[in-house]
């Protein structure tokens, strides 16, 4: 009887899932074969122009309704005592490290999403609520999005955020490029603002350009290398700097797309877009169908019990 339940459960299983896979079928693609636009954007961050005076975090926040002290408060060094990410409130944020060559002039580094050519965070996300624009920016679509969070896990940079503090519409947080924004005002909300103009915003392939120029220029100032020329197959947002990258904190990564590794996991769960609820539904109903077949079972024996019962009086 055993292996009659056993055989029953997994014809059941079977046939359930089959059903399941045929209905939906369509696989999602895959963030490595979104087209580009030649000239797609991308800016540079140059560290050694940088003065840390965090114009840019007030000019995002305003920029995207997050409330904010005045900017004369920005002067205030003291949050450079210890390292910052971004987070819900803080979708960018300056740190301070220190400069061997000149101590009386620390260097300063810009984070945010780094907007990259082959994102994880798209690739990871089972609805499609992120998307790569041909313009290079990496979006969000609050209207898709399940709250999965999976995109906080895939991204190597670990930017994308999570506000706890709207229990009624909560929302992944991070850097949006200033897509709107951009449509009537042409720069993001922190090139526009910075004073000494250590962001440079442009196609991207200009970019490149202009950081390998200033690199051979200044040979003895940066090191030659880029950051996100090539880091993970290439981000919108780049680097230069005079001291190692690691020790500035942007993490050491190759230069292979980091999609493979995402796109293989989501690609092999969600292949037939089973996503978890349906799979408890599915699990479900072949315990329901297995415990129906139980019961019968038992009725039925109970049954012959009975007539044998019967034939011995």
Known sequence: MKNQNRRDFLKTAAGIGASIGIAG?????????????DDRFGILV????????RHCEWACRVAHNIPTPDLDTYSDNSVFKEYRRTDASSLTVVNEFENEKNSAMPVHVKTQCMHC???ACVSACIVGAFSKLEDGSVVWDGDKCIGCRYCMVACPFQIPTYDYDRSIDPQIRKCDLCFEKRKTEKLPACVNICPNEALLFGKRDDIVRIAKSRIKRKYDVYIDHIYGEKEIGGTSWMYIAGKDFEKLKLPKLNYSPAPGISESIQHGIFAYFVPPVTLYALLGTIMWITRKKKGDDSEIKDETNQDKKGGAL
């Open 46 to 53: 140059d560290t050694d122009v940088c003065v840390g005076c």
């Open 117 to 119: 050519e082959h994102p």
């Open 25 to 37: 079928s369509v696989k999602p693609a895959k963030a490595s074969e979104k087209t580009l636009s």
